[in-house]
Every structure is written in C-alpha cells, then in structure tokens.
C-alpha cells in the first residue's frame, strides 16, 4: 500500500509516522508540495514537487503521481485542498484510489466558520456565539448575549490569519462595512481544547477522540498541550461525529465555559497538535490504512492517558544538491 500526502509543508512528523507504518507493511509514503524546499518532503519515502493547488493542471499532476507511484490513498494536510480532494472523489474512486476526505458538503460545512455554526444550532450541539452582520451582532450586545472585547475571524480563514479584536460598535461597523467575509465572535475567556477524533470510512463511528487542553500556541497551532478527560466533552464530540458524519482524521477546537463547552471550529484532516495524540497512543495513521484495507477500527475513546504533556520544538537541516520530483533544490 503507497499513500499520498498532498500540500504536506512543514509536517515532518506526520510524514515519519506514515513512513513508518506503511513501510512496515511494504508500502511506501510520497509527500508532494508546490515548495521544493518543503521539509516534509526530504522525509517521505519519496517525493514530488507539484503545482500550486489552484493550477489548472494540479489535479492532472496528481493523477499522474498516483500512477508513477501506485498510490492506494490520497490525503491533503490544508483545508483549501479539501474540496478539492471531496469534489474530485469519484474520479480517483474509478482509478481505484480512495480520498481519505469527507464528502463535499462535510468539508463545505467546516471550511466556512458561519456555515458551521448554523450547522451545529440546527443539530442541538453547544457553539460559540457566531454572527456575520451589525444587526444581529448589536442585538446580542443589547441583549447580554455577548459584549466586548469581541473578535472577528474571516470566514474561510485559518491558522489565526486574519483575526482581529474589536474594542466598540465602531469597530464592528467599519470591519463588516469593508469585509463581508467576516464573522463576530465573544472573546472566549474559558480553557481552549483540542480534539483530535477519527471517525471510521467504514463504520461512520468515531473510534478515537484524543482530548487535549492548548498551552502554548505558534501561529494558530498548537505548540504545547496537556492531555485530559471529560466525560461530558466526549458525549459532545461524539453527537457530533453522529451527526455530521465526516471521514477520517477530524480536528475540533472548544472552550470551557461556566455553561459548559461550546464547539468553537471543526477542520476535517489532521491538526497541527495530532502530534500529542498519536505519541500518547491514538494512530489515526494505523486507522486509516486498516480502513484503506477494508477493515473498520474497533472504538477506543478512552485509551490513553490524562496529564500527559507535548512539547514542540525546532530542529534544522541542511540541504545539498538535493533533487526532489525533479526539480533541484538550491
């Protein structure tokens, strides 16, 4: 079995733990980046220098790869890719290569932070308080519901890019006058905490959900982490995973309230702290290829251990007429 990581940047680690798995099976990972200089890319088994994903003739690459490489499943590390990936789905399916991606309304739902949000209040899940005009977003500050400081996020944004604090109504009126892509949230005082979940491509059920309170952010993603348990956050995660039914690696950030958690965000791939996850003894990366196999994963919700710390830190390479899906790095 060959998997394919797409758009795979900095994810050296990831890159590793699918190296190791598949190459323990015979198989191989190959990692394809638009960057030549990728780190990921020096560590896959093999690698390809790409398009940039809104090129028109990425996804032929792609398909090209696949064949080069015998690849039996294709995933992508960003969100923008996402759709693409659940739109094109039934072109690799007939190529008997398997999208490890929900399908597109899944992936259309979480990429648009609104979308989500409405989502989550139709299906009587805990949100954070979301809103993308004046009117309602005055309403809500009249009313109680929120008050300042508030922040505003865009829409489809990601990584903590573009995300503002808003100090009066002024502020709210000139952002939403200028950027329609906007949404206003309440500034969320509680714990932050991420959930790294698997939900089954066989089953639909969600096997694994990893719980961890956020430290230390970098850059949107998780820099340092502590694993917990809650009994009452496992019962939301897995509402929630009932009732969107994603597939696969699925990343979710909620707070801590005094009214209890409200879902802040969900990404459908793996997270920047699945790290911590997978150390403390969740492989999604396993999950996945047993899925790929035709195998559904037995549940293991509650398999690891509380207290546990993750620590990222840097570490460099030096690259030397090193050549990568034909390109010469220099």
Not at 62 to 87: N, Q, R, V, W, Y
Request: charged letters at 20%; one cysteine or more.
């Amino acid at each position: 079995m060959n998997l394919l990581l797409c758009s795979a940047g900095r994810r050296v680690k990831l890159t590793e733990y699918f190296k190791e798995e598949l190459n323990n099976i015979g198989g191989i990972v190959v990692a394809a980046d638009c960057d030549s200089t990728a780190p990921a890319l020096v560590h896959a088994d093999r690698a390809e220098v790409v398009p940039r994903i809104d090129h028109p003739s990425y996804l032929p690459h792609l398909e090209a790869i696949c064949k080069k490489h015998e690849i039996t499943g294709i995933l992508s590390l960003i969100d923008p890719e996402l759709s693409l990936l659940a739109g094109y789905k039934d072109v690799f399916l007939k190529k008997l290569i398997t999208p490890v991606v929900s399908s597109r309304e899944v992936v259309d739902i979480c990429f648009d932070k609104y979308l989500t949000y409405q989502f989550l209040i139709m299906n009587d899940l805990p949100a954070v308080p979301t809103f993308i005009c004046m009117e309602d977003t005055a309403k809500a500050l009249d009313s109680g519901t929120i008050s300042f400081p508030l922040f505003a996020k865009p829409k489809n944004g990601s990584a903590s890019t573009g995300v503002q604090k808003l100090e009066s109504l002024q502020d709210v009126r000139q952002l939403l006058h200028k950027n329609e892509n906007y949404i206003i949230q309440p500034f969320m005082a509680g714990d932050e905490i991420g959930i790294d979940c698997y939900a089954d491509m066989i089953s639909k059920k969600a096997t694994h959900i990893f719980c961890k309170k956020k430290v230390l952010m970098r850059t949107g993603e998780t820099d340092r982490s502590v694993s917990l348990k809650d009994p009452a956050l496992l019962s939301v995660i897995e509402r929630l995973i009932d009732v969107l039914q994603p597939a696969g690696p699925i990343d979710i950030d909620c707070f801590r309230t005094e009214n209890g958690w409200l879902i802040s965000e969900i990404n459908p791939r793996f997270g920047g702290g699945y790290l911590h996850a997978h150390e403390a003894g969740q492989n999604f990366v396993r999950n996945i290829i047993n899925n790929l196999n035709g195998f559904a994963n037995a549940q293991a919700l509650n398999s690891y251990e509380a207290g546990t710390t993750m620590v990222k830190f840097d570490n460099v390479m030096l690259l030397k007429n090193k050549v990568l899906g034909g390109r010469s790095i220099v």
